[in-house]
């Protein structure tokens, strides 16, 4: 069955460092992969959508990245503050349905 | 610009008790709209999701259903509440890209 991973340990950096999260997959082959923010008690906010064929995407302080040979993504903050501390969940998308498949999600937290 | 509501915002149910929660998309037509659980540190569950008024589409088998009696509007509903039905409820809506989420509506079954 598809599954998908995020560290379950919480990502621990010093304000000012880049925090580097990671999603890895298995049984999929997504036509795409996204990220969300989610703080606490709140619903998740989108952040960035990289499609098969994109190596690298970028957003302001954000930067994504999806190897399709790996299975794997990994989404950057740059020059990390303590309001970016929360959960970072990655999905995988693709089919027709438009459905998403969650990762249960890497809590950040920067220290100021 | 879109927005998005549900309501209520938190939920104190016996075990047995029906269940009816809505979720309204403003600013946007014909948008997929989704109904998520979240449980406690866990990540999303896709409960129902819907392409077009009355079309839905179940993802996991249990108590609860799902209607959308018009095109921004999806109502999740269940007879009767199990405790096992305590989490955090949420609905999004997507044109194709990302998705947008409400505030969520925290269920407690006792």
């Known amino acids: 069955s598809q599954k998908i991973e995020q560290n379950s340990e919480a990502l621990n950096i010093q304000e000012g460092k880049t925090a580097t999260l990671t999603c890895n997959y298995t049984?999929?082959?997504?036509?795409?992969l996204q990220w969300y923010r989610q703080d606490p008690g709140r619903g998740p906010v989108f952040l960035l959508l990289i499609r098969e064929n994109e190596k690298e995407k970028r957003k302001e302080r954000l930067k994504v990245t999806f190897d399709t040979t790996l299975k794997q993504s990994l989404f950057h903050i740059t020059a990390s503050q303590p309001a970016d501390s929360a959960t970072y969940l990655c999905?995988?998308?693709?089919?027709?349905?438009?459905?998403?498949?969650f990762g249960s999600g890497t809590r950040l937290l920067v220290r100021p | 610009s879109q927005t998005i509501h549900q309501w209520p915002a938190t939920l104190v149910q016996p075990v047995g008790s029906p269940l009816s929660l809505e979720c309204t998309v403003e600013?946007?037509?014909?948008?997929?709209l989704y109904w998520y659980r979240q449980a406690a540190g866990r990540g999303l569950q896709l409960l129902f999701y819907?392409?077009?008024?009355?079309?839905i589409s179940s993802e996991v088998p249990q108590n609860l259903s799902a209607s959308r009696p018009q095109d921004r509007q999806f109502i999740l509903s269940s007879k009767k509440l199990l405790l096992s039905d305590s989490g955090f409820y949420l609905c999004a809506w997507s044109l194709g890209g990302g998705q947008f989420f409400g505030p969520g509506t925290r269920l407690t079954v006792l």
């Open positions: 049984n999929y082959s997504p036509a795409y």
């Open positions: 600013g946007t037509s014909n948008p997929n």
């Open positions: 819907s392409v077009g008024i009355g079309q």
């Open positions: 999905a995988l998308g693709g089919d027709s349905s438009y459905k998403l498949i």
